[in-house]
């Protein structure tokens, strides 16, 4: 194992932006090292094995998918920043997927990688809004959106200037929120934009092994521009001197130095690191629960409050042979109002995201040996957090049965006594699970809803980058990493 | 160095940074972003790598000078020289 005590570079966590990040500055000769406390690499987007099966973390789909020859788009941008051929990625394109609303889905948009399906879908369903529709996405398609300058505007002030049919508004919003906003309600328009474009003008993808194609090729280019990672080693402290990052004390209590820092983890994560860091006890790395008071109270100001649970089912066949059909992922909810919003209860079952792995075009011949039907609902961190572990193991399995309830009103029936002959095995994840294994405060996935998109932080050599950077999705992330490595490092020379 | 074998550094950077752009028929009087697909980051790139692969410097003023690949020939030939002369 490395154990040098000095880099050019010290990046913490080996995520999707760190890695990327990692491969820029170790390609132009940058002396780089990425602490990572886990054992596997990829972050949010990583995977896991139970029993010999392997289960994808995070990613339903790789957003942002061109096909080849499109040009000027996030994907052609990081390929060709981390010198990737596509083909190493082997992204195989979705189906087709849906956003059901009302009680069982009554109103549908149909949308696939072709923008000209939703747009077809909007004029048939909302003749009256299909003019205000094609203004929006002209707006879209022309604003700045990787400005790293731009102020904040309300996304549903200026969709509301285009678009009066609430129901509409809600539609469009409803993926695009469940796909990476961090904030409740509404969405910062910049941010709007990001995955608009990402979801609907560009598309979802899939490499038929899932998420671990894209880690294992981000980790082979790392490994081969020279770069070094240190695993299970994450960064305890940051301490800092006279406004700068001095030096970084790892969970292993030894010291290491770098001339500048870039921090995936989280805005509020990494000013925890160094906020009061005489106050820090030196003991096994926790989050909240052994936060000191001061820490929890920075932290928790900017911290977000938007947290998931997961189930994942295994079946036995291929979903389409269940009566399932071909959807790839379906956003559904069934109430009045969309309300994207940290619930009260432990789990807001009204809405939520199906996604069906199976139901990529994986080409001829190329299928998932097994059946995988997940379903994403939006969870109460705080509900979840402190439970003690049987009253937390019987709480996510009454919700695992009441997330699928809901969620399988929006697919065409399948008998109970034949969806559960099907079932090979089953996971959830909850908010607990995504604190344990990212260390986002509150199990917030898409982070603080306060973004930095210049990645600075109240230390001169530490930068940002990752999920609170404000670029979204695993493209996104990866954008991030390569924006700031760039911005902050290789063009001050 | 000639020029042209300069235009040639300069054209092996791009096909390495952009894999997915058709150089065979570049004009080396027309201005790069004109015809090829290049934004400000394989721009940056572009300088990245003269300084990787050649160890020539191009200040951030003067990154205009590789608006062509005539221009950057004009431009890099001499560093190129320089440098030869040096070592």
């Excluded at chain 1, 991030?480 to 290789?490: D, E, F, K, R």
Aim: charged fraction near 25%; glycine fraction near 8%.
């Amino acid at each position: 194992m490395n154990s040098a005590s000095h880099y050019d570079v010290a990046i913490i966590g080996a995520g999707m932006s760190g890695l990327a990040a990692g491969i820029r500055l170790a390609h132009f000769g940058k002396k780089v090292c990425i602490f990572e406390r886990h054992n596997t690499v990829g972050g949010l987007n990583s995977f896991y094995s139970i029993a010999g099966r392997k289960f994808d973390v995070g990613l339903h789909a790789m957003t942002n998918y061109v096909r080849p020859g499109v040009k000027g788009t996030p994907l052609g941008k990081l390929l060709r920043q981390l010198r990737i051929e596509r083909d190493e990625f082997a992204l195989c394109e979705q189906k087709q997927s849906r956003i059901a609303f009302g009680p069982r889905g009554e109103t549908s948009l149909h949308f696939t990688n072709d923008f000209a399906v939703l747009e077809a879908e909007v004029a048939v369903k909302f003749p009256d809004q299909i003019d205000g529709f094609r203004r929006l996405t002209a707006l879209v398609k022309t604003y700045d959106d990787v400005s790293l300058d731009a102020q904040p505007v309300s996304a549903r002030q200026v969709v509301r200037k285009h678009l009066t049919d609430p129901l509409l508004e809600d539609m469009l919003f409803c993926p695009l929120m469940y796909y990476g906003s961090a904030t409740e309600h509404d969405m910062e328009f910049g941010q709007f934009v990001i995955m608009f474009k990402a979801l609907f003008l560009e598309g979802f993808a899939r490499p038929l092994e899932g998420v671990r194609v894209v880690v294992r090729v981000l980790l082979e280019k790392y490994r081969q521009a020279g770069g070094e990672r240190r695993m299970k080693c994450g960064v305890q402290r940051i301490l800092a001197r006279e406004g700068r990052a001095a030096a970084l004390v790892l969970d292993t209590g030894e010291e290491i130095t770098a001339d500048q820092v870039i921090s995936s983890i989280g805005a509020p994560e990494t000013a925890a690191l160094f906020a009061a860091d005489s106050q820090i006890p030196n003991s096994e790395f926790q989050i909240t629960p052994g936060l000191p008071a001061s820490l929890s109270a920075i932290a928790s100001a900017t911290a977000g409050r938007l947290s998931f649970v997961e189930t994942i089912t295994i079946l036995n066949r291929q979903p389409a042979e269940l009566g399932w059909g071909s959807d790839t992922i379906i956003f559904f909810n069934d109430s009045a109002r969309f309300d994207y919003a940290r619930p009260d209860a432990q789990v807001d079952p009204r809405s939520g995201v199906i996604c069906i792995p199976n139901n990529f075009d994986y080409g001829p011949g190329q299928a998932l040996p097994e059946g995988i039907f997940r379903v994403t609902c939006l969870a109460n961190y705080d509900r979840w957090a402190r439970l003690p572990e049987a009253a937390y193991q019987a709480d996510k399995q009454r919700w695992f049965v009441d997330v699928q309830r809901s969620a399988r009103r929006f697919l065409p029936a399948v008998d109970d006594a034949v969806l559960a002959a099907a079932v090979v095995t089953t996971d959830m994840f909850t908010p607990r699970t995504i604190t344990k294994f990212t260390g986002h405060l509150n199990g917030a996935i898409y982070g603080s809803p306060v973004k930095h998109r210049q990645g600075r932080t109240a230390l001169a050599n530490l930068y940002l980058c990752g999920t609170d950077q404000g670029f979204l999705g695993i493209v996104g992330a990866m954008l991030s990493g390569i924006s700031m490595a760039n911005y902050h490092i290789l063009q001050k020379g | 160095m000639t020029k042209d074998e300069c235009k040639k550094v300069v054209l092996d950077i791009i096909a390495d940074i952009a894999p997915d752009e058709d150089l065979s028929n570049v004009k080396p009087d027309v201005r790069l972003r004109d015809q090829l697909q290049l934004d400000s980051m394989d721009f940056l790139d572009i300088v990245m790598e003269l300084r990787k692969r050649h160890g020539i410097e191009v200040p951030e003023a003067e990154y205009q000078q590789l608006a062509s690949l005539d221009s950057s020939a004009e431009y890099l030939t001499p560093k190129f020289n320089a440098l030869a002369a040096k070592s």
